[in-house]
């Protein structure tokens, strides 16, 4: 992968093929689901919802893997993230910075590294391989898409190697990282381009493990399906932290 942290893959009709295949199967999830949407009702998150295989398959349809840089690996099920016009809205639990950040910063997050305990310290306790994103329909380009700060994994790989240096790889899980963390994000924002990243099915992005990105606003008249914006999220995850720090790898 380039230095920019991510890449456009296709398209391609094996890729297009799988997303036909799960695009029936993930509107059945959502209408029988009882998972409640966030942000006023905009936001389906669908963690681990779509049913596919731990090969990937879906519908029948193998995993689109020869169209993928990627070595084939056990997959969990996929995310299902479902967007509908007018994201973000307020939504209850999230006070009025946590919602401008969404607004203003496209809600701007790291992968794996998670709010925990009362004090939502963040750790890293879910250190993936990569972030791979396959769309199920197709909508305008302004239908919230995927939004990237190039070059924002090397900012984040440096300041958590530093901060982790000398920690034993038992204990990298449960090191507090929110200071860290804040500062190697603020200086994201600060020297790295914002890029919105839309794709339809047939595409796919793939994502650095440690590239900071978000969800865009719904952007004025952009349409979409009736169901929303739907897109199927892959993170495999790594054996453990001091891996996810290494060098090598998406």
Known sequence: MSGAGWQRIGPHPAIAQWAAAALPVALAVVATSSEPWRCGGTWFVGVDALPNGLDGAVGGVAFPWEALPLVPCALHAAQLSVVRPGYPQPWEGEDAAAFGFRQRRDAAHLDGLLPMGPQRL?????????????????????????????????????????????????????????????????????????????????????????????????????????????????????????????????
């Open 122 to 250: 963040r750790m890293l306790q879910e250190p993936h391989a990569w972030i791979l994103g396959l769309p199920l329909n197709a909508c305008d380009a302004a239908a919230s898409p995927l939004v990237v700060w190039e070059g924002s994994h090397l900012i984040l790989r440096s300041a958590l190697q530093e901060a982790l240096s000398g920690v034993a790889p038992e204990r990298m899980g449960e090191t507090d990282l929110t200071g860290v963390y804040r500062a190697a994000r603020a200086e994201v924002f600060a020297r790295c381009r914002r890029v919105e990243v839309p794709v339809l099915p047939g595409q796919a992005t793939l994502l650095h493990r440690m590239t900071i990105h978000g969800v865009a606003p719904w952007g004025a008249g952009a349409r979409a399906p009736e169901e929303g914006r739907m897109i199927a999220y892959l993170r495999p995850q790594m054996a453990g932290v001091a891996d996810w720090l290494a060098e090598d790898g998406i």
